[in-house]
């Protein structure tokens, strides 16, 4: 079945770059999501189609994809940041995933 | 402004029924499709299934075809989960969510339902 693996945590600084990295077989040709889940809160779209910013999301979350990888950066992270980040994608089926999800720590 | 409003939390008994809720509004609630997602507790997040309530198409992860239904009525702009016989596994919070199309990723999402099942 389709899987895209996320690393189980990321930890930085504040102010520092945090790079969050999705694979998958099918990242190639379809494009990745990406969702910010704060504790004890629902999801919320941050990246869509690869790299496109919804409005009220902030400038320094940016997304790109190359191959089998899709990233997440967080440019000069906040420490309101922290949170778990999942990548999201369809394949050629229309099965659609969730990666296993990313613990961003910034302190 | 778009607004996914779930149903309230529920406690129930292993063996019994449960349908929970989620009503769309500011936008054309026939024209995209909604979503379900699970989360068990401390876990990640898992696709159970869509429907374009214009039509009813519902499609299902091969995970969850059989365990839950998947339903909508789009005379009140909302869309449905239902069990027929809870599990304690089904212990979870479940969401909703909108997809601009079957093809691509959630956009909004409801707030969550969470669901306790226990004897």
């Known amino acids: 079945s389709y899987e895209l693996t996320q690393p189980p945590s990321v930890s930085v600084s504040p102010g520092q770059t945090a790079r969050i990295t999705c694979s998958g077989d099918a990242l190639p040709k379809k494009y990745a999501y990406w969702y910010q889940q704060k504790s004890g809160q629902a999801p919320v779209l941050v990246i869509y189609e690869d790299s496109k910013r919804p409005s009220g999301i902030p400038e320094r979350f940016s997304g790109s994809s190359s191959g089998t990888m899709a990233t997440l950066t967080i440019s000069g992270a906040q420490v309101e940041d922290e949170a778990d980040y999942y990548c999201?994608?369809?394949?050629?089926?229309?099965?659609?995933?969730f990666g296993g999800g990313t613990k961003l720590t910034v302190l | 402004e778009v607004q996914l409003v779930q149903s309230g939390a529920e406690v129930k008994k292993p063996g019994e029924s449960l349908k929970i809720s989620c009503k769309g509004s500011g936008y054309s609630f026939t024209s995209y499709w909604i979503g379900w997602v699970r989360q068990m507790p401390g876990k990640g997040l898992e696709w159970m299934g869509i429907?374009?309530?214009?039509?009813?198409?519902?499609r299902y992860s091969p995970s969850f075809q059989g365990q839950v239904t998947i339903s909508a009525d789009k005379s009140i702009s909302t869309a449905y989960l239902q069990w027929s016989s809870l599990k304690a596994s089904d212990t979870a919070m479940y969401y909703c969510a909108r997809l601009p199309s079957a093809r691509g990723g959630f956009d909004y999402w409801g707030q969550g339902t969470l669901v306790t099942v226990s004897s």
């Open positions: 429907i374009y309530p214009g039509d009813s198409d519902t």
């Open positions: 999201y994608s369809t394949d050629s089926s229309l099965s659609r995933r």
